[in-house]
């Protein structure tokens, strides 16, 4: 099997993370290219409100995030917590969420997919892993 590389930005996005083994995959090419992991488990997650809160816990953001989809975005965007290296998300139990709040996992998502694409253009990488993917974007 090839081994997983993180380096390639035209590549990073969001992407399901299909076997059990590939967790352990993920973990070492972040640990190869100095990415920072961050895994947020939203298994017990059942609305938006929740779902922002799992990530403000997890990933600490600062007391002033305003806990919408534009303010994930500004966080998600801002240098200072982002720091100089590149971040790999994986986004773990998400199955029941897709189902119970689509809209809002859509919005997720779309979110999501913004902040890769800024720091794509700063040449920065920001990855995505996912237990389940409902959301394909071109």
């Known amino acids: ?28 090419a972040c640990e190869t290219s100095s990415l920072h992991y961050f895994a947020i488990d939203i298994a017990d997650v059942l609305n938006k409100a929740q779902l922002l809160e799992r990530f403000a816990e997890t990933l600490k953001f600062p007391d002033y995030f305003g806990r919408n989809w534009d303010a994930l975005y500004d966080v998600l965007c801002d240098r200072e917590w982002f720091g100089n290296s590149g971040i790999v998300l994986h986004l773990k139990h998400t199955g029941s969420f897709e189902k119970l709040a689509a809209d809002d996992w859509l919005a997720l998502c779309a979110t999501l997919e913004e902040a890769i694409d800024y ?9 995505v892993f996912v237990d389940h993917i409902r959301c394909q974007f071109d």
């Open 1 to 28: 099997m090839k081994p997983l590389s993180l380096d390639d930005l035209d590549r990073a996005g969001i992407h399901p993370l299909k076997e059990p083994e590939a967790l352990a995959d993920l973990i070492q």
């Open 119 to 127: 720091w794509r253009c700063l040449n920065l990488p920001f990855w």
